[in-house]
């Protein structure tokens, strides 16, 4: 064993014995018999050592729920008992967290590190493509499948004119099931991992982002394979594309601001998801993915209110969609209004939706 292992590992077993306070660098090091410079070499001080057991408990902590292709899943109980077990090796972690917080302004913004959100991404993507033949690879296939799909339908059954109509529909279709996807997963995060959120203090967002970013990895990769497509059919690759990682992160940061909000609210009302999957479904035909706005007659009215109003005005996903289309099928860049209010309603409802589930997520563990 490595001395930097021994050094964490006799840490621990310090700290759960007589207290972070209680022990210092020299104790740690009479107790591995060796000097205190040789401590130093591998940690600067205490702080650096209780902030690399965190990383150690958390990295436990999400090993509990993954399962090695040819595993069998652990029983309910058996996952209990583990639980416990971490609880019991780090039970300083427990006994003192909020002394350590406040002493340590770095080990209080661990949580926020990236290896917090990035574990729980990975896992999303594991857990969703566990004991899959093809795997990763049904992000590649899924819009091409859409893609003949689409070109069956629409122009060998319907004889749709629009030209090229599968790059068409799926340059809006993508970002709207990444929304949705991203929406519906954040919104069952806090209920789903209500066992997390009772065991360990950490920012609850984690639970919904981490989501979102495993449903946005997914997303990136059928956008990719579409640009590829249209490249090979076109044979031109416009300027406009530069603009596309700013319309994903846009539309990233919006379905975040969404789905901290219906995260928090489906804690207290589970009526949420059922209404949602209904919700969307409605939402879906009032935006311009599988149509163009020019197709909606102007006097085309809806309980007294113009459709086109209801599609471009009521509706936040019509402009961003919109603005995918323009970027990947008209091969240009969508004008400067269009940007402006596509980056008002990301960061609005970010915001908002940010402030609300900060404010909610301390009654989180008692309400899940």
């Given at each position: 064993?490595?001395?930097?292992e021994?050094?964490?590992?006799t840490?621990?077993?310090?700290?759960?014995?007589?207290?972070?306070?209680?022990v210092?660098?020299?104790?740690?090091?009479?107790e591995l018999?060796i000097?205190?410079?040789?401590?130093?070499f591998h940690?600067?001080?205490?702080?650096?050592?209780?902030?690399?057991?965190?990383r150690?408990?958390?990295?436990?902590?999400?090993?509990?729920?993954r399962t090695?292709?040819?595993?069998?899943p652990?029983?309910p109980?058996?996952v209990?008992d583990?639980?416990?077990?971490?609880?019991?090796r780090?039970?300083?972690?427990?006994?003192?967290?909020?002394?350590?917080?406040?002493?340590?302004?770095?080990?209080?913004?661990?949580?926020?590190?990236?290896?917090a959100?990035?574990g729980?991404?990975?896992l999303?993507?594991?857990?969703?493509?566990?004991n899959?033949?093809?795997?990763?690879?049904?992000?590649l296939?899924n819009?091409?499948?859409?893609l003949v799909i689409?070109?069956?339908?629409?122009?060998?059954?319907?004889?749709?004119?629009?030209p090229n109509?599968s790059i068409?529909?799926l340059s809006?279709?993508i970002?709207w099931n990444?929304?949705q996807?991203?929406?519906?997963?954040s919104?069952?995060?806090?209920t789903g991992g209500?066992?997390?959120?009772?065991?360990l203090?950490?920012?609850?967002?984690i639970?919904?982002?981490?989501?979102i970013?495993?449903e946005l990895?997914?997303?990136?990769?059928?956008?990719l394979?579409?640009?590829?497509?249209?490249l090979?059919?076109?044979?031109?690759?416009s300027?406009?594309l530069l603009?596309?990682?700013?319309?994903?992160?846009?539309l990233a940061?919006?379905t975040a601001?969404?789905g901290?909000l219906?995260?928090t609210?489906?804690?207290?009302?589970?009526d949420?998801?059922e209404f949602m999957a209904?919700?969307?479904f409605g939402?879906?035909f009032?935006t311009?993915?599988?149509y163009?706005?020019?197709?909606?007659p102007?006097?085309?009215?809806?309980l007294?209110?113009?459709?086109?109003?209801?599609?471009q005005?009521l509706?936040?996903?019509?402009?961003?969609?919109?603005?995918?289309?323009t970027v990947?099928?008209?091969?240009?860049?969508?004008d400067?209004?269009?940007?402006?209010?596509?980056?008002l309603?990301?960061?609005?409802s970010?915001?908002?939706?940010?402030?609300?589930?900060?404010?909610?997520?301390?009654?989180?563990?008692?309400?899940?």
């Open positions: 064993m490595k001395t930097k021994k050094i964490v590992l840490s621990i077993e310090l700290f759960n014995k007589s207290g972070v306070v209680a210092t660098t020299n104790h740690i090091a009479k018999s000097s205190p410079g040789n401590l130093y940690f600067r001080n205490k702080e650096e050592i209780i902030r690399q057991i965190f150690l408990m958390a990295h436990e902590t999400y090993q509990l729920g090695k292709k040819g595993q069998t652990l029983h109980l058996q209990i583990k639980n416990y077990e971490l609880f019991w780090y039970r300083f972690f427990h006994r003192e967290m909020y002394h350590l917080r406040r002493a340590d302004a770095a080990l209080a913004d661990l949580w926020r590190y990236r290896d959100v990035r729980l991404t990975l999303s993507l594991r857990m969703r493509y566990n899959s033949i093809l795997g990763f690879l049904w992000s296939g819009p091409l499948f859409f689409f070109a069956f339908v629409n122009q060998v059954m319907f004889a749709n004119r629009t109509y068409f529909a809006a279709l970002p990444f929304f996807a991203g929406i519906m997963s919104m069952n995060s806090i209500r066992y997390l959120l009772t065991k203090p950490f920012p609850r967002e639970l919904p982002l981490s989501g970013l495993a990895v997914n997303s990136s990769m059928a956008l394979v579409i640009i590829v497509i249209d090979l059919v076109e044979r031109t690759l300027p406009a603009l596309l990682p700013l319309l994903v992160a846009l940061l919006f601001g969404v901290l219906l995260a609210a489906n804690v207290w009302l589970r949420t998801q209904v919700f969307t939402w879906f009032l311009p993915i599988i163009s706005i020019t197709a909606v102007v006097d085309q009215t809806f007294g209110v113009p459709l086109r109003t209801i599609i005005v509706n936040p996903m019509s402009a961003i969609v919109i603005a995918f289309r990947i099928y008209d091969h240009t860049a969508p400067g209004g269009q940007l402006l209010l596509i980056t309603l990301a960061f609005g970010a915001t908002i939706g940010l402030l609300v589930f900060r404010r909610a997520s301390i009654h989180f563990a008692e309400a899940a």
